[in-house]
C-alpha cells in the first residue's frame, strides 16, 4: 500500500519484474490523492502492474490509478501495457485520466483490463482548437473492460477533441450500460479510428462524425481464462481470440 502519490516529473520507466506476477498497488493515505501522479518533466512507461482501489478501513480512496498534476506547463507522455485496474467503487475516479490545462505528447493504453469502475476508466480532454492546444495523439489497443461506469449518462471512455485517436481490438463486456462505451467528441478534419471491437451487453458508441467508426462491431459474449483472477485474456480458439478481440497473452 501506498501512502501518497507517486510523483513522476522525469522519464521513468516502471516495469513488473515478472509479467505473469502483477506487483498489486493499493491507495490507504488518509487524504485523496492519484496512485501516480505525472508532473512537469514526466515521461512514464509503465508495465504489467495491478492498481486495485479496495478501501483500506479508515483510509481515504484514490482519485486516479494515473493522473497528471494540475497546472503543468511542459508536455508529458504517458504509455500503459499489460496493466490491470479493478475495484474502484467511487464514481469521481478515474483510472487513466489528463487533467484540464495539461499537454500530452502521447498517450498509449495497450493490453490493459479495467474491471469493476464505477467511474469512467479513461478521461482525455482537449479544449481549444489552435495550435496551442494541439495534440494529444492517443492509442487504445487490446483492452478489455469489464462491468465499468454503468451509472446513468455515464461512459468507459471520455475522449473530447483528441486530434489522432486509435481505438482497436478493444472488448466492452457489461460496460456503459447506463449511458456509452466510447463518448467522442471530434472534428471532421482530426485523424480518429474506432475499429474492431465487441460491444457485449454494453452501451452504444456515439461520436460527432460519421467518419469514427470504421468496419464491423460485434456483439460476442465473452468467454475468459480465468475471470475469478482476473485474467480477462480470451479462452483460446473462442470467437474473440481468433478476432484479436480484447488482451493478448503476454
Not at 516529473?9 to 498489486?24: C, H, S
Not at 483490463?113 to 482525455?124: A, C, D, K, Q
Not at 471520455?158 to 472534428?187: H, K
Request: hydrophobic residues 35%; charged residues 20%; aromatic residues 8%.
Amino acid at each position: 500500500p501506498i501512502q501518497r502519490s507517486i510523483l513522476i516529473d522525469k522519464p521513468l520507466t516502471i516495469r513488473a519484474a515478472d509479467p505473469g506476477n502483477k506487483p498489486l498497488i493499493r491507495f490507504n493515505g488518509d487524504k485523496p490523492d492519484n496512485m501516480v501522479t505525472i508532473a512537469d518533466g514526466g515521461e512514464l512507461k509503465i508495465e504489467n502492474i495491478a492498481f486495485d482501489g479496495v478501501l483500506e478501513p479508515g483510509k481515504a480512496l484514490a482519485k486516479a490509478g494515473i493522473s497528471t498534476a494540475f497546472d503543468m506547463i511542459q508536455p508529458y507522455t504517458l504509455t500503459v501495457d499489460g496493466c490491470e485496474f479493478q475495484n474502484f467503487g467511487e464514481g469521481g475516479f478515474f483510472a487513466i485520466k489528463g487533467t484540464k490545462a495539461t499537454f500530452a505528447k502521447s498517450v498509449t493504453i495497450r493490453n490493459c483490463s479495467f474491471y469493476r469502475l464505477l467511474g469512467l476508466p479513461i478521461n482525455i480532454y482537449r479544449g481549444g482548437s489552435d495550435e496551442s492546444t494541439a495534440g494529444p495523439y492517443v492509442t487504445i489497443r487490446h483492452c478489455t473492460f469489464v462491468d465499468c461506469c454503468n451509472k446513468e449518462r455515464g461512459s468507459v471512455m471520455r475522449l473530447i477533441g483528441p486530434q489522432v485517436l486509435t481505438v482497436e481490438n478493444c472488448n466492452f463486456d457489461n460496460s456503459g450500460r447506463g449511458g456509452a462505451t466510447i463518448r467522442l467528441d471530434e472534428a471532421t478534419w482530426e485523424k480518429v479510428r474506432i475499429a474492431n471491437c465487441n460491444l457485449w451487453n454494453s452501451g452504444r458508441m456515439v461520436t460527432t462524425t460519421a467518419q469514427a467508426i470504421q468496419g464491423k462491431m460485434y456483439n460476442i459474449r465473452p468467454a475468459y481464462t480465468n475471470a475469478e483472477a482476473y485474467d480477462y485474456v480470451p479462452v483460446r480458439g473462442s470467437e474473440l481470440e481468433k478476432l484479436s478481440i480484447g488482451l493478448r497473452k503476454n
